[in-house]
């Protein structure tokens, strides 16, 4: 759940127990909302049948407040375009579009007159482009390697754009001078930093399921595509031959902001820091902690 977008799924083998699981969550939240002054858009909401299985599914049969959701084969959330197969082809060619759009405004500024200098045309691109193809792709690196190629282009042409190089330069020589690794490469790099990041907080809910021997036994003779995010994690790590090594987890107080104490700020500084000597501060501000600590026993925060 993200501020103003839920998303509820299920997972079985038959179709009625996804149907009588996932209506009855519906009702729980829509009780909910409504109790809170809130109410779902029953036009804006849909429901699609996540499965590879060949054959012909039966959608299924939800409702909310009396209205029947409808089933769509794709869906945009957070920014990402899901297909009910889970190919990743209808977000790859979306991005793909894009990222042609945004490539436009480099063209533009390198045919003008007044060029714009090498390091800010591959600011640029970073900003425009290649934050794109960074979003999400955690999630549909998951796709096959030839379906993924279809963002190479576009990486290649805005390279070349901001460097000024001639079109029939060799890539990897380009991507060196450039100092810009290739997709493949940077999408392996920012799924073994997600996966770090994940494990600095060992509780969360992410982190858990990742960790489940449970999950991971479900997958193990899983061999073909979409592979879950820990196998091409583990296979990235074998690839790239590091060992795991332990990661510095983040502490998180348990105490609830509303529940610190008061906090009164020491105002009997009222010389300038550079006119009041080290010495004569320390002792007003001893002074202070020890007057605090015999009238209330919690020492104040000090400004």
């Given at each position: 759940?993200?501020?103003?977008?839920l998303a509820v799924w299920f997972d079985a083998s038959r179709m009625s127990v996804v149907e009588w699981c996932l209506?009855?969550?519906l009702d729980r939240v829509s009780r909910w909302a409504g109790s809170h002054g809130f109410q779902f858009s029953p036009a804006k909401t849909v429901a699609m049948n996540l499965c590879r299985i060949r054959g012909v599914h039966p959608d299924p049969n939800l409702f909310i407040y009396g209205h029947r959701i409808r089933c769509v084969e794709e869906t945009r959330y957070l920014g990402l375009l899901f297909d009910k197969r889970l190919?990743?082809?209808?977000?790859?060619r979306s991005l793909k579009v894009s990222c042609l759009q945004a490539l436009n405004l480099l063209r533009v500024l390198v045919h003008t007159s007044c060029r714009a200098d090498r390091a800010t045309l591959l600011c640029l691109y970073r900003v425009l482009i290649r934050s794109k193809?960074?979003?999400g792709c955690e999630m549909y690196s998951s796709a096959t390697y030839a379906r993924l190629?279809?963002?190479?282009?576009v990486h290649h042409a805005g390279v070349h754009l901001a460097t000024g190089a001639f079109r029939l330069s060799p890539i990897p020589s380009l991507m060196v001078d450039a100092i810009e690794p290739p997709l493949d490469l940077r999408r392996q790099s920012l799924m073994v930093r997600c996966w770090h990041r994940l494990h600095r907080l060992p509780d969360s809910f992410p982190c858990l399921v990742m960790s489940s021997d449970i999950m991971f036994q479900y997958y193990l003779s899983y061999s073909r595509t979409p592979w879950p995010f820990v196998f091409r994690f583990t296979k990235c790590m074998e690839e790239m031959g590091i060992d795991d090594f332990p990661i510095c987890s983040v502490r998180v107080t348990r105490v609830s902001p509303w529940l610190l104490p008061e906090v009164f700020p020491y105002t009997c500084f009222s010389d300038k820091k550079e006119s009041l000597p080290p010495p004569v501060a320390r002792s007003l501000f001893l002074e202070r902690v020890f007057t605090h600590r015999e009238g209330q026993g919690v020492p104040p925060c000090v400004h």
């Open positions: 759940m993200y501020v103003d977008d209506q009855l969550a190919t990743w082809v209808p977000h790859l193809h960074d979003y190629r279809v963002l190479d282009p």
